[in-house]
């Protein structure tokens, strides 16, 4: 469960990363884009060359931890059957049934049993 853990913090930073770099670059509208000294080892192309580079490992590496992620919580969660705590053999309790519905009144011998009032409303 350490080992899960510590990959979500490192996806966390990776991710935190990825979304740092993305924004830094330059889009053809300007964007975020850092303003740049064209000298030096870090010009306008030298920091694109970078910025790219750099994108394309950060992505490589969240996917990577992406799929390790997945496996792992899978082999964590795997369950290696099925388990129940019903008891099968217990008696239902002996009170009466609350959710049934209720019984009508008995007829008496050789009276025929009257519909109960209101039970088809489209009888009337």
Request: net charge negative.
């Amino acid at each position: 469960m350490s080992l899960f853990i510590f990959l979500t913090v490192i996806q966390a930073l990776v991710a935190a990363a990825l979304v740092g770099v993305v924004l830094m670059q330059r889009s053809e509208g300007g964007g975020l884009g850092i303003g740049s000294n064209p000298s030096g080892a870090f010009g306008a192309r030298g920091a694109a060359d970078f910025l790219t580079r750099s994108t394309k490992w950060l992505a490589i590496a969240f996917v990577g931890l992406s799929i390790v992620l997945a496996a792992l919580a899978v082999r964590e969660n795997q369950v290696g059957g099925v388990t129940t705590t019903l008891e099968r053999a217990a008696k239902p309790p002996a009170g009466p049934d609350l959710l049934a519905d209720p019984a009508p009144p008995a007829a008496a011998p050789g009276e025929t049993p009257a519909p109960p009032a209101g039970a088809d409303p489209l009888a009337e």
